[in-house]
Structure formats: C-alpha cells, structure tokens
C-alpha cells in the first residue's frame, strides 16, 4: 500500500521560510518522478513543481520560480519543498505527489500538509 506523508506546514508570516516533507513508502521511490501541489479555499489544485528520479531535473510553476526549491533524498524516500519569502498568496493545503514505477503520471497522493500566511 503506497503512502504518502506530508508535514511541516503551519501559520507563519508573510517573509517567512518552511521547509515541508513528504515520506513515501510502499513504492520504489527512487523509480517514481515526484511533485507537490496545492489547494487554495475556492481554488482547483495546481501544480508547484516536481523533480526527477534521480533529482538532477525540477521543474516550477512560474508564480512560484526562485522562492521555491523541490529536492529529494532516495535514501530517505523523502521529497522536500523549501518555500522561502512566504506570501499570504501562497495559503494553500500542500499535497506531495508520486509517479508510478518510470512513470511522469502522478497517481499517488498525500494527504496534504495546511501552509498559512498571515500578511
């Protein structure tokens, strides 16, 4: 059974940093592409970036490019997004995703971890 656990997230202000982390297990992680995501009150999920298998390859969103930085560590089966200068924009439940085994599909979720930022 594959699962996915975010933490790390919380009520911070707006300039703040968190660091959140997702641990996976009931996969090969080091076989699964990984992403986060996110859920604004009244707002479809969207995409916030992704890394490759082996971590050398990330991807962002625009809204999110040079404040966010995604990296993972296969040892760990852990995936980690660093969000730095929080915005009250950035308010949003944050969901971790994984591939199937060489998969780019996200078919497996987390729960999601709440990030508030207060302005």
């Known amino acids: 059974q594959v699962q996915l656990v975010e933490s790390g997230g919380g009520l911070v202000q707006a300039g703040d940093s968190l660091r959140l982390s997702c641990v996976a297990s009931?996969?090969?992680?080091?076989?699964?592409?990984m992403g986060w995501f996110r859920q604004a009150p009244g707002r479809e999920r969207e995409f916030v970036a992704n890394?490759?298998?082996?971590?050398?390859?990330?991807d962002y969103a625009d809204s999110v490019k040079g404040r966010f930085t995604i990296a993972r560590d296969n040892a760990k089966n852990t995936v980690y997004l660093q969000i730095d200068s929080l915005k009250p924009e950035d308010t949003a439940v944050y969901y971790c995703?994984?591939?199937?085994?060489?998969?780019?599909?996200?078919?497996?979720w987390g729960r999601g971890t709440q990030v508030t930022v207060s302005s």
């Open positions: 995703a994984a591939s199937s085994d060489y998969g780019q599909a996200f078919v497996y």
């Open positions: 009931g996969l090969t992680f080091r076989r699964c592409y």
């Open positions: 890394v490759s298998r082996g971590g050398y390859n990330t």
